[in-house]
């Protein structure tokens, strides 16, 4: 029979203590012992009252690219899929790592069955807010702030994208090799570039993508912004930490995520969205879903 691809790479999975991923692998290779230290999850506070809880981090090498994927918490299935390499995964490049980033669900059952998972596989990150569309900004922020904390200055770039997308990693690949051509080091100017780029589109008030009155006063979005999918430096996943964890409402937070993020990149520093194919994604009913 065929040898299974190797699994990509979670910071766990990096770390010395772990078994080497390579050909014949599949993430469920790490099941054998448990990632918590002495039973317990590592939570950090990323904000006031948004906390993340994860395996403690073992992230010890650098890495070109941290894709974020953010995945709703009942993804079980889905998520189990992509570590096969099937869908998203397929493809992923040799340097780069990722993350889950889910939310809590309001079930015991789940929460339980949420943590096994963390437990077994090292790649989840559990974020304190509630697991539902309309806190998708809460999560990709998170999700920049929990990267911050713990990897800056080993990762150059951040990608952001959800568990359903479909892209070419080659194409990534490529972009980040092409960025990164004059060495290492972190670009001076903050970057932000998606394949799906929308602006001055109006502003809907209902639906699974309404931004009522309270949150968007204008008719059409003002700013343009890169849809599902985007790629961030490190300098531009500070300025969102920064400034995006202090203007979120998590009670109430605003419900265009990705609006979200260029509305706060733009204020920080006047940063604009470049449009960038090799970021385009698609999306349809994954394998495992």
């Given amino acids: 029979a065929d040898a299974e691809p190797a699994a990509p790479a979670s910071p766990q999975a990096a770390a010395p203590a772990a078994p080497a991923a390579g050909a014949g692998t599949s993430l469920e290779s790490f099941a054998a012992t448990s990632c918590f230290d002495n039973g317990v999850p590592q939570r950090v506070e990323l904000a006031p009252r948004l906390t993340?809880?994860?395996?403690?981090?073992?992230?010890?090498?650098?890495?070109?690219?941290?894709?974020?994927?953010?995945?709703?918490?009942?993804?079980?299935?889905?998520?189990?899929?992509?570590?096969?390499?099937?869908?998203?995964?397929?493809?992923?490049?040799?340097?780069?790592?990722?993350?889950?980033?889910?939310?809590?669900?309001?079930?015991?059952?789940?929460?339980?069955?949420?943590?096994?998972?963390?437990?077994?596989?090292?790649?989840i990150v559990q974020l304190s807010t509630l697991d539902k569309f309309q806190h998708l900004a809460i999560k990709s922020v998170a999700a920049a702030a929990w990267v911050a904390m713990h990897f800056d200055g080993m990762v150059l770039y951040w990608l952001?994208?959800?568990?359903?997308?479909?892209?070419?990693?080659?194409?990534?690949?490529?972009?980040?090799?092409?960025?990164?051509?004059?060495?290492?080091?972190?670009?001076?100017?903050?970057?932000?570039?998606?394949?799906?780029?929308?602006?001055?589109?109006?502003?809907?008030?209902?639906?699974?993508?309404?931004?009522?009155k309270r949150h968007c006063p204008y008719d059409k979005y003002p700013t343009t912004y890169a849809g599902g999918q985007y790629m961030l430096s490190m300098k531009a996943v500070r300025m969102v930490t920064e400034l995006g964890l202090k203007s979120l409402d998590l009670e109430d937070p605003y419900p265009i995520e990705d609006h979200f993020v260029a509305n706060t990149l733009e204020k920080a520093a006047g940063v604009k969205v470049r449009n960038e194919r090799r970021l385009t994604w698609y999306g349809e009913k994954p394998y495992g879903a």
């Fill in 52 to 123: 993340a809880t994860s395996c403690p981090v073992l992230f010890h090498r650098a890495q070109r690219l941290f894709v974020a994927i953010t995945s709703p918490v009942g993804n079980f299935n889905l998520r189990q899929a992509l570590r096969k390499r099937s869908w998203l995964m397929s493809g992923f490049p040799a340097q780069a790592s990722y993350m889950f980033f889910v939310g809590a669900h309001p079930e015991q059952k789940v929460q339980k069955k949420i943590r096994k998972e963390m437990e077994k596989f090292g790649d």
């Fill in 160 to 212: 952001k994208v959800e568990d359903y997308m479909k892209n070419s990693w080659t194409d990534i690949d490529s972009l980040v090799s092409e960025l990164t051509k004059n060495g290492p080091g972190e670009p001076e100017e903050p970057y932000y570039a998606g394949g799906a780029i929308f602006g001055g589109g109006e502003a809907l008030r209902d639906g699974r993508w309404g931004c009522p």
